[in-house]
């Protein structure tokens, strides 16, 4: 009672019915059903009967005595108990709403007033929420109102939330709508999208009010996705975001044969995309007008130019990609030492083994490159696998020789063994022999390891 007013508790416990009366005239007019057992409790000694009893003589006596004057009571006792009683001990049905309307009166000045004006203007003109919404919306801030201006359908619709939890899901409006309640009135939200994907948004946002009468979580669909992932990264919706993106990735294929436009997302999210999608998969996208499967192995071919970045689809990286200027063969730092250049380019080591010496050729362009690949084979999904091919290797178990990927289909072997005459023979010469298959000759011992074919055929790996 010392916070309502400034009079002492041992004066009230000897003036009981003062202090009785004092609560009761600030109850008079009322009309709601009162809980006596709580009021009560607010007077030492006092029964709920008496409490009721006392109650109906003021009524009826329509008199209300003096309880303290300016000199004893800093405000308005009347006022300060009204609030605080009909916001505490009134049952009634309604009672979140009277508590709502309560609310509204005590803080007034910061512009909550105005703002719960406007929300219901919002819910009788839109039928958005009803009653049940002003319950939920009590346990998460105050209702904002969200003015939604669609100019290519010449539409306006008003949403309503409430503030901690457009906060909390859409961290876009944080820094506007503070913590200090000061401000709320100052803030008019006005957002121009289309009214469609700002109500999927809001019906995203409501989901976890599920159980108190809110609609089930929307779904994604291959015709609105695009818009919402870009309206939900704008808004910093990060969850929704990341479910946006996992969709396309699974949906691609659905996405792109819809009226969509791929060029209005950005690059940072163009590659989270990307990045979800394997070689394999990207193959996979049927993409007609090529909306955006082009961006993907574009996307891909930088990658393999990237040495930080760990390709699980790629085992050789191309950021060491450069052309021979003897044999002109396209290599890395890892090829050059699995292929053959010219004969007079190889040299032997301390332990016997081969190694294979290489000219980088100074005038060649990695870009020209790629760009010459693209001018002949017209695509850069074709580029990408020509590129990949060119960087990784496999063994061939049939002529015993490592090949680029790009031979597959050039293993180049003999048929049949070597032959090698008896020393007797006239059409012998020590040290030589020659293949059946085209009569080629071979030295007994190559240390060079020329090898000489006579047949092409599909490289056989061992994998």
């Known amino acids: 009672m010392s916070h309502a007013c400034s009079v002492n508790a041992p004066i009230l416990y000897e003036k009981q019915g003062l202090v009785l009366d004092m609560i009761l005239r600030s109850m008079l007019g009322v009309t709601q059903p009162i809980n006596w057992e709580r009021v009560a409790r607010l007077v030492p000694g006092v029964t709920a009967k008496q409490c009721a009893k006392r109650f109906e003589e003021l009524r009826s006596n329509g008199i209300m005595p003096h309880i303290c004057d300016e000199n004893k009571c800093e405000g308005s006792p009347s006022k300060s108990l009204a609030t605080y009683i009909k916001s505490s001990f009134l049952d009634n049905e309604d009672d979140e709403k009277s508590r709502l309307s309560v609310m509204q009166n005590s803080t007034s000045i910061s512009g909550r007033a105005t703002l719960s004006t406007g929300r219901n203007c919002t819910l009788k003109e839109n039928g958005s929420t009803d009653k049940g919404e002003d319950k939920l919306d009590e346990s998460q801030g105050p209702n904002m109102v969200i003015h939604v201006c669609d100019e290519a359908k010449n539409l306006k619709r008003d949403f309503v939330c409430p503030r901690n939890l457009l906060v909390g899901e859409m961290k876009y409006f944080a820094e506007y709508l503070s913590v200090d309640a000061q401000r709320w009135h100052e803030v008019d939200i006005s957002v121009h999208c289309d009214v469609h994907i700002f109500a999927w948004l809001m019906s995203y946002v409501k989901r976890k009010l599920k159980h108190q009468g809110q609609v089930e979580q929307p779904e994604l669909e291959p015709s609105n996705v695009i818009s919402i992932l870009i309206s939900s990264e704008f808004l910093k919706m990060d969850s929704l975001v990341e479910e946006c993106i996992h969709y396309c990735h699974k949906n691609m294929s659905a996405v792109v044969a819809t009226p969509c436009n791929m060029n209005c997302i950005n690059g940072t999210l163009a590659t989270r995309i990307i990045d979800l999608f394997t070689h394999n998969e990207a193959d996979e996208v049927k993409d007609k007008k090529d909306k955006f499967k082009s961006k993907i192995f574009c996307k891909k071919i930088e990658r393999l130019f990237d040495p930080e970045y760990k390709d699980q689809d790629s085992p050789g990286s191309a950021h060491t990609l450069y052309r021979c200027s003897l044999c002109k063969k ?60 060119t960087i990784n290797w496999l063994p061939c178990t049939r002529c015993k020789k490592v090949f680029q990927c790009t031979e597959l289909s050039h293993c180049r072997y003999h048929p049949e063994q070597v032959i090698y005459l008896p020393l007797g023979n006239q059409l012998s010469t020590p040290g030589f022999g020659f293949y059946p298959c085209c009569k080629q000759k071979v030295m007994r011992f190559d ?13 056989k790996n061992s994998y």
């Not at 080591?349 to 084979?377: F, M, P």
């Not at 390891?449 to 047949?455: E, M, P």
């Open 330 to 389: 396209v290599l890395t730092k890892e090829t050059e030492k699995m292929f053959p250049c010219l004969p007079v380019k190889i040299r032997i080591d301390l332990r016997g083994n081969i190694i294979y010496l290489h000219n980088r050729d100074k005038s060649w362009d990695v870009h020209d490159y790629l760009n010459g690949l693209y001018e002949d084979l017209k695509s850069w999904q074709d580029v990408y696998w020509r590129l990949w091919g």
């Open 447 to 459: 240390p060079l390891q020329v090898n000489t074919v006579s047949k092409k055929t599909e490289q």
